[in-house]
């Protein structure tokens, strides 16, 4: 079964600061999805970015990037100039096929004013 | 347009009795997904309905069923519940099924077992 590994429950970053979050995934898959998800206090999910597997590059979003390993099925997502309103919990999610969103347990990110 | 609807917001019931939540999806979305969200386990997926068929069913016990109407509306019902299914279950819907349809999700409903 696919599952989906993200390692740092908690960081914290500056306002105005880089950040990345890690997110590994195992599957035996070549053609899939990859997303990253914010939940913030209020609890509403919200989508970030997604990333086809087949797509070299590396999908971005204004200030959210990613970085996409395929081969070291890893992929990470950079926050950038980082935000108060950026503080949340990020989750990794991995989708192939028709089968459900399988997700990480999630980053818990503080931002610092 | 509307967002996904969820109702009620938050529910308290006792150990053994029923529960039903509902999730009304944005317009045009004909996929319904359920989820549990707890401290312990993270984010579990429950069931997944296109067109009022389960498409999905996660590994969940048969107290948890659901369904979904012909305008795409959504239900699910925990019987006898038990207090560690105390959760917040989230609702999301998208416009198909499958890998690259973005799923949009519901405020989700808080329910506490006592």
């Known amino acids: 079964a696919q599952t989906v590994t993200q390692s740092q429950p908690e960081m914290s970053v500056q306002e105005a600061e880089t950040v990345t979050l890690s997110c590994t995934y195992d599957?035996?898959?070549?053609?899939?999805?990859l997303f990253w998800y914010k939940q913030p206090p209020s609890r509403q999910m919200i989508l970030v970015i997604r990333?086809?597997?087949?797509?070299?590059q590396n999908a971005t979003e204004n200030r959210f990037s990613v970085n996409f390993q395929k081969a070291a099925k890893s992929f990470s997502l950079k926050i950038s100039d980082s935000q108060l309103g950026d503080a949340a919990m990020y989750f990794c999610?991995?989708?192939?096929?028709?089968?459900?969103?399988?997700f990480g347990k999630g980053t818990r990110l503080s931002v610092i004013a | 347009k509307a967002g996904v609807t969820q109702t009620p917001r938050y529910l308290i019931k006792t150990r053994g009795q029923q529960v039903t939540l509902s999730c009304s999806p944005i317009?045009?979305?004909?996929?319904v997904s359920w989820y549990q969200q707890t401290p312990g386990q993270g984010l579990q997926f429950l069931f997944e309905y296109f067109s009022e068929t389960q498409r999905n069913k996660g590994n969940f016990p048969g107290r948890f069923s659901g369904r979904q109407f012909s305008n795409s509306r959504s239900e699910m019902n925990v019987s006898t519940l038990e207090l560690g299914d105390s959760a917040l279950y989230l609702c999301?819907?998208?416009?198909?099924?499958?890998?690259?349809?973005?799923?949009?999700f519901g405020p989700g409903t808080r329910l506490t077992v006592t």
């Open positions: 599957t035996s898959e070549s053609d899939y999805y």
């Open positions: 990333q086809e597997a087949y797509k070299q």
């Open positions: 999301a819907s998208s416009l198909a099924v499958g890998r690259a349809s973005e799923q949009y």
């Open positions: 317009s045009g979305h004909r996929s």
């Open positions: 999610a991995y989708r192939s096929g028709n089968t459900p969103l399988v």
